[in-house]
């Protein structure tokens, strides 16, 4: 009989195994039905979840926990690059092309974009009204280091560009429904739209007598530690929920021992790619170090340690308990409300299963279980 952090362990193997995950790598799984928007009819909403996920730069660790923005940290760093390069000599400008003022960039970089990490849409409003000092701010960078230091000049004029709302190869439209939208920097997850529209128009897999993808098949673990106070809670070490989350006002159960079966009929891995807006040989130490006072934004711990490369998607997951009588089957098909990272739909099917055991089947579907789930990131440290 296994505990609820056995089994998340058990589900972060198959998954990490599957993916092929290197050693070098950084696998974390997603504790709940996160970017689910991958799937959306809508580019511009798809591109929202692209946005999040490519922007979001987690924290070491198996769980999936984002806490700085890929763009913004990106951006950040290389003022601080131009900075220990030091301005050009006032002579060569007079008094009408002031040094470049560092702070004040900073300061205007981050107030267009609160909350760093996903698309806030007071943004656009907030952008509007800080836009003209940027780029007034931005003209003494290009006096001072077009010529000095070009590629790394062409680099920030890049992320400039792609927080423009103006169309360009930099950035994309992204919304959070049909009728808000702002325009965001670039991020592609490869092959995407069209595997997802294969996964969705193939015939699924089972209709050829092919096995689904099993994740855990018949684990057995012991409802009597899921208890409904402590359903959904995060375990302090892992940061998940349980495993198997009961509703709220579900009745103690007599029997608390179940096996578990989780499968998906597709999974893939799939690259997150930052936009033309970033240089990944910018972040190569051995050329131009950041001026003294730096934040250590390519540490372990830093704003950019580890970047996102890999999302590994689920799509259409078959969710099966087993358990030892039809009383306790309609028990749990009225209580449970997730497996995993998946919700579920308050309608279960039971059946009973092959042969004469008496054991029943209770099959859940996913909420989402025609739109793609994240199922984790794979990460990887930055140049330095």
């Known amino acids: 009989m296994l505990d609820s952090p056995t089994i998340w362990q058990l589900y972060i193997n198959t998954l990490s195994d599957w993916a092929q995950v290197p050693a070098r790598d950084v696998f974390s799984v997603t504790a709940i039905n996160t970017f689910s928007d991958l799937g959306d009819i809508s580019p511009a909403v798809s591109n929202l979840s692209m946005f999040q996920l490519g922007n979001s730069v987690p924290a070491p660790g198996s769980n999936y926990s984002p806490r700085s923005s890929l763009f913004v940290s990106y951006w950040l760093y290389l003022t601080y690059r131009l900075q220990a390069l030091g301005s050009a000599p006032q002579s060569l400008f007079g008094a009408t092309r002031p040094a470049p003022d560092f702070e004040l960039y900073r300061q205007l970089v981050n107030s267009q974009h609160p ?8 943004y656009a409003s907030n952008a509007a009204a800080t836009s003209g000092m940027l780029n007034t701010v931005h003209e003494q960078f290009k006096d001072h280091f077009a010529s000095r230091a070009p590629a790394l000049y062409k680099a920030l004029d890049g992320c400039r560009r792609a927080n423009l709302q103006q169309v360009s190869d930099l950035n994309m439209l ?75 006002e579900a009745s103690p159960m007599a029997c608390s021992a179940v096996s578990m079966s989780l499968a998906m009929e597709r999974f893939g891995t799939y690259a997150i ?112």
């Not at 909350?115 to 007071?122: C, E």
């Not at 529209?197 to 530690?225: C, Q, T």
């Open 115 to 122: 909350g760093n990490v996903t698309v806030n849409y007071a």
């Open 174 to 248: 992204c919304a959070d429904n049909a009728l808000a939208g702002t325009r965001c920097p670039l991020y592609r997850v490869a092959q995407w739209p069209q595997m997802l529209h294969e996964w969705r128009y193939r015939p699924a897999l089972s209709l050829f007598g092919k096995p689904m993808l099993k994740v855990l098949d018949r684990v057995k673990i012991d409802l009597a530690n899921t208890t409904p106070a402590m359903s959904g809670r995060a375990f302090a070490a892992l940061g998940q929920p349980e495993f198997i989350t009961l509703n709220p």
């Open 273 to 384: 790619n930052p936009g033309p807006w970033f240089d990944m040989s910018q972040l190569d130490r051995s050329q131009a170090k950041p001026s003294p006072d730096a934040p250590d934004f390519l540490g372990i711990q830093g704003a950019m340690g580890l970047l996102p490369v890999q999302a590994l998607i689920g799509f259409r997951p078959t969710l099966t308990l087993h358990v030892s009588s039809l009383a306790h089957a309609q028990s749990l098909a009225d209580s449970v409300t997730r497996v995993g990272p998946f919700a579920v739909k308050a309608a279960a099917t039971l059946r009973l299963a092959a042969g004469s055991t008496g054991e029943v089947n209770i099959d859940f579907d996913s909420q989402d279980c025609d739109l793609p789930v994240l199922l984790g990131v794979v990460s990887r440290r930055a140049q330095g």
